[in-house]
């Protein structure tokens, strides 16, 4: 019996691999444009990290992580999302001491144990950005510019972007307790998880799916009617500078995140075409998120996009199957070694070029070079050594080809593919 990957982990091949590419590179282009840099984090950190930062009371740290206590009796997670590592990071190497904001980026797997559907596994990716010391509503703004800016680019239309804000610890306590007696008179109708939340954590109510929860929920109290004056001034000045940079976006006053650490701002852009699990990024700012990792008491906010659901929205296109330029078709043992030198000079110039190293049919080369998608072949064999020409085909067009001598073939084939 042969063995299998684990449940909710997948493996990404060619060619849905050519669609993860595109969205990298994407994603580093925009974000460089915007002042990001990369930061690589581990995917191994002591538990305590994300108790202390996401929620003791989340179902990601009660149900979802991965725990497990190492040789040395040390209890370790692989992370379920990338905001905690990269603050660790920052505090740790006291990128805080250098003049900022620090902009930074990271690209790579997150992990849940929660139950594999449509755009959700055990082992996901995430695109993550940072801003790390700023607590102004410019940075808000900008980040969901650029959010905007990715999506378009990616060339995806029916993605909406909404907005929320979720106070402050000034003015939330207000809101919790009005949405707590509210909730309280239908606490029948939640589920048994958003009953264990009433006491305990109320707002996530109000991010839950289940349907009796959803109606449930209808008429609460909004978090609009409670803002104090800070809070309403930041969410005003963050749509207003949305508004003049032309971005597109909805508030919904029922917004919250499944993460303790937000305050003020909160969103998401959200996909037509997902179903029920149909947020493609999310985000918010965390001030007071890196104070309590033991930084200094900085401003942060950020956001998570989802690859596996980003590559969900992409149609398949013809530029992400990585074709070869060129297929060296050689027949017989002296052709083989000539084109196997070409080959190796191509590749080095920069050219993606494929050849078989057994010694094949002239048919079943060209039949592997089809399968390949090569745009051209070149067919060299002894006769061909000989004469000093080869034939260079363009697979495109069916049975047209045109000699090339093979004095010069490197330089003519770099130039013209």
Known sequence: MS????RGMKD????????????EATARRVFDCFGFDEIKTPVLEKTELFVRSIGETTDIVEKEMYTFADRGGDMLSLRPEATAGVLRAYVENKLHAQPGPHRLFTIGPMFRRERPQKGRLRQFHQLNCEVLGDEGPLVDAELLVMLDHLLKELGLRNVEI?????GCPECRPAFRQALSAFLRGRAGELCPDCQRRLERNPLRVLDCKAEGCRQAAQGAPSIAE?????????LAQVRGMLAAAGVQYKIDPKLVRGLDYYVRTTFEALAGDLGAQNAVAGGGRYDGLIQALGGPAEGGVGFGCGLERL???LADDPRWRREPALFVAALGAGPRAWAFELTQRLRRAGLRVEMMSQDKSLKAQMRRADKLGARRALIVGEQELADGVAQLKDMAAAGRQEPLPLDGAFEALRKLI
């Open 3 to 6: 063995v299998q990957a684990v």
């Open 12 to 23: 990404v091949m060619a060619p849905e691999v050519g669609k993860w590419q595109f969205i």
């Open 226 to 234: 409670h803002l104090c004056p800070a809070c309403a001034d930041h």
């Open 162 to 166: 909404v907005l929320n804000s979720l």
């Open 311 to 313: 590559a969900l929205l």
